[in-house]
């Protein structure tokens, strides 16, 4: 039987026994939970304890791709890396684009499956139905470039990589998994459960293809999506890439400044994407592409800046938020380098730069002695930024502690009140205060605080109004303070991309204005199956973000830990358009679980769970 | 004058549409390796460069062809000169494949020639590519925008100091 979207298998990779096999997917949980983030959340839940000690060998990791990834879908190019958090002891899925992820795909197989714990570092290759492991202690120690480069000299020329750099192998809680040398699932430290099982690296090298089922309707699908994104927006993120953003977000007075105490930063014009595109592009204003990405926001950047001398991929809106803004170092040289820094060494971009920008006020407020990190660091202290960011890969120093993630840091010393982030993950580049949509969803998304989970950003303040979202609603637009709309919106937001993130697409192609019916119509082409119409599309999508959070609850957090810090919740943004705001949690939360359909503690109700078809696993 | 699939270089991202595309005209499959044009990515310059076949004048691979497997057709609807392979009469001999300084035919796993067909004339690569990095025109159109990119860099060094 010829499988459509789906390669309908799946790798086993025992890595204690440094062994492998290959079964069939299991279909009818594909059906329902589509692939990537889904289908990972619907594996992992079944597969694990979700009280599991992240680092312990009955964790597993799952690379997941989705039923387009490998198409010529628009930005069909994504996997999943899924897995139990070490930072947020919860459910952590982070996605990334590549042909890494297009290869294990050609590959044939929809996901692989690592499992236990390999005695000593190695690496899988995996050349179609071929599957090696190989030795990996000579690369341990090695950054993600030189990991990359050295394990497709080993390989094949052809082989695509994805692997930790030393951040991971030192099990920094934010580690990342860096593919196609740059680009990052970076959230939730991911990269440190791989260093966790000595698995450094996965090489892959597929032949195959991906066939849909109905060619002639997959083909209208995509040309419908490249109708849509024939516009001027597409063109500028093309040329700036994610930092075209940044003068937008400081028009609306969101721009995190350090350390979340500001919400404009009146040197706003050194951090734009344009300044970015014109001076340290190595081609201005030109963006590469991951695979079948009619967008290409992606850019490469060299510094000659002795002090920050380098070359390497991004950096991107958030990590220019944190290093930049946060940091309020307000220089690209220098928030480059802290971005090759961490792309390098493997650690998440925003972590690192939150929690540097975190140490910086608990310094300045004198919580933090000098003699703990070792030199003074104010902020805008861009060499000790830079330092830092070293130190923290290496677990050198001060390093060390701030690897465990700025929560644990600010409890060191008693002081959590500095921690800027939710379920002990950093907050990314935007306050909560000026964005209400964004406030509710850093509180309710179940890997903690997030931009990309449910991003009522897009309609408030990139003015996104093309989803049936807010078309359905008829709205015409959405105002970024008011939070009465707010948790209705979230609810379906934070649905409908957990359908983008489970299809193997990128959310961008979603974000520049395609919307749910063309990527039902994609998803329903390749794979033959029947959503159900929008409804059925959008209860998908519930399913999956009920699922990750029932496995939250069953790894021990509660509605408590869907709450905010005080700073956002009582401390009124002091400056610029949201001056005098706060988020308004307390009003947006009772109303946001009864629409999602939980009782008051948080916990899925039993009418609920029936008609997701989840009754079987609450019971478990 | 003809009509060919015009590259140009300074546009491509590398993200490989035209070879998706190809392959799912010709094989029904996503699988950038069965296409007939591929790129190639110089990450560290943002770079790309798509090469496919430039149906050559004097052709190597029609000239090598034992079987006689490979003719100059023109193709009805645009009038573009193409380099066909004749499915039943091609044996699968790879001389062609030998004989092609460029690496744009191969023999594939149906045992005869694959090579650009400019899909009846309307070359799925040109017609998908995401940002215009390739056309269907006339030959001299990249010649002559190579000439004019030149003769503005030319220009530009010429201006006098303001």
């Given amino acids: 039987m010829t499988m459509h979207g789906w390669t309908q298998k799946v790798l086993r990779v025992d890595l204690t026994n440094l062994s492998s096999s290959v079964e069939d997917l299991d279909r009818e949980a594909a059906e329902q939970y589509i692939g990537g983030l889904g289908l990972g959340a619907r594996y992992l839940y079944d597969e694990i304890d979700p009280a599991v000690d992240a680092y312990s060998p009955e964790n597993k990791v799952l690379f997941v791709t989705g039923p387009l990834t490998g198409t010529g879908a628009p930005a069909g190019n994504r996997y999943v890396v899924v897995t139990k958090s070490p930072l947020t002891g919860g459910i952590a899925n982070s996605t990334a684009a590549g042909e890494f992820a297009t290869n294990l795909k050609y590959a044939g197989y929809d996901m692989v499956i690592f499992e236990g714990k390999a005695s000593h570092p190695v690496y899988l290759y995996i050349d179609d139905e071929r599957i090696s492991f190989r030795d990996a202690s000579g690369l341990w120690g090695k950054t993600t470039s030189e990991t990359e480069l050295a394990v497709v000299a080993a390989t094949a020329p052809d082989a695509k990589v994805s692997c930790i750099g030393p951040a991971g192998e030192k099990l920094v809680r934010f580690a990342c998994v860096i593919n196609d040398m740059g680009r990052a699932a970076g959230r939730s430290g991911v990269g440190a459960v791989m260093g966790s099982k000595n698995l450094k690296a996965v090489a892959v090298r597929g032949t195959g293809g991906v066939r849909v089922a109905d060619n002639a309707r997959f083909l209208a699908a995509i040309e419908s999506c490249y109708a849509t994104l024939d516009d001027p927006y597409t063109e500028h993120f093309h040329q700036t890439g994610t930092p075209g953003v940044l003068e937008l977000v400081h028009a609306y007075g969101v721009m995190p400044t350090k350390n979340f105490q500001f919400g404009t930063n009146p040197h706003g014009d050194r951090l734009t994407g344009e300044l970015l595109a014109d001076t340290l592009s190595v081609r201005k204003r030109m963006g590469m592409g991951c695979p079948a990405c009619p967008i290409a926001c992606g850019r490469i950047t060299r510094v000659k800046n002795p002090d920050f001398a380098g070359i390497g991929a991004g950096p991107e809106y958030e990590t220019i938020g944190m290093f930049g803004s946060s940091c309020y170092t307000n220089d690209l040289d220098a928030v480059s380098k802290a971005n090759f820094i961490c792309n390098e060494m493997g650690m998440d971009t925003i972590s690192a730069g939150n929690g540097i920008a975190c140490t910086m006020e608990m310094f300045e407020a004198g919580v933090i002695p000098q003699a703990d990190i070792g030199f003074a660091l104010p902020f805008g202290e861009a060499k000790g930024m830079v330092r830092l960011a070293e130190m923290i890969a290496a677990r050198e120093g001060f390093g060390d502690l701030l690897a465990e993630g700025a929560y644990r840091m600010t409890e060191h010393y008693g002081h959590t009140e500095y921690f800027m982030g939710v379920k002990k993950q950093e907050f990314p580049s935007y306050d909560g205060r000026g964005l209400q949509g964004m406030a509710l969803g850093y509180a309710t998304q179940p890997r903690g605080a997030c931009h990309i989970r449910g991003e009522l950003q897009d309609l408030d303040l990139y003015g996104q109004l093309g989803w049936r979202v807010t078309r359905d609603r008829g709205m015409e637009a959405v105002d970024p303070l008011s939070w009465e709309d707010k948790p209705g919106l979230s609810v379906d937001v934070q649905d409908w991309f957990c359908m983008i993130d489970s299809c193997g697409v990128c959310n961008f192609v979603w974000f520049m204005g395609c919307h749910e019916d063309q990527m039902r119509e994609l998803l329903e082409a390749a794979t033959g199956i029947d959503m159900g119409g929008h409804e059925g599309f959008m209860r998908t999508g519930s399913r999956i973000f009920n699922l990750e959070t029932l496995f939250n609850r069953r790894a021990g957090l509660t509605s408590a830990d869907d709450t905010l810090p005080e700073r956002m919740l009582r401390t009124p943004l002091p400056d610029g358009p949201a001056k005098g705001y706060v988020c308004e949690l307390d009003k947006m939360l009772p109303p946001y679980y009864e629409l999602r359909g939980w009782d008051a503690q948080g916990n899925l109700t039993a009418e609920k769970a029936a008609e997701l078809g989840l009754e079987a696993l609450t019971t478990v | ?162």
């Fill in chain 2, 1 to 162: 004058m003809t009509q060919m699939i015009v590259i140009d270089i300074g546009k491509c991202t590398g993200c490989g549409t035209c070879e998706l595309m190809c392959s799912f005209r010709h094989h029904g499959e996503f699988n950038p390796r069965k296409a007939r044009i591929h790129k190639t990515v110089f990450l560290y310059d943002e770079l790309a460069v798509p090469v496919v076949c430039s149906q050559c004048e004097d052709a190597w691979c029609e000239r090598i062809c034992p079987a006689g497997a490979i003719a100059h057709t023109i193709e009805p609807t645009s009038g573009a000169a193409v380099l066909k392979v004749d499915e039943q009469i091609c044996v699968g001999c790879r001389m062609c494949m030998l004989a092609c300084p460029f690496g744009n035919i191969a023999v594939g796993a149906k045992g005869h020639a694959e090579k650009c067909d400019l899909c009846d004339g309307d070359p799925q690569c040109v017609k998908f590519c995401p940002r215009g990095a390739l056309h269907f025109a006339d030959s001299e159109r990249g010649e002559g925008e190579k000439r004019r990119k030149l003769a503005t860099a030319l220009a530009a060094s010429y201006k006098e100091s303001e």
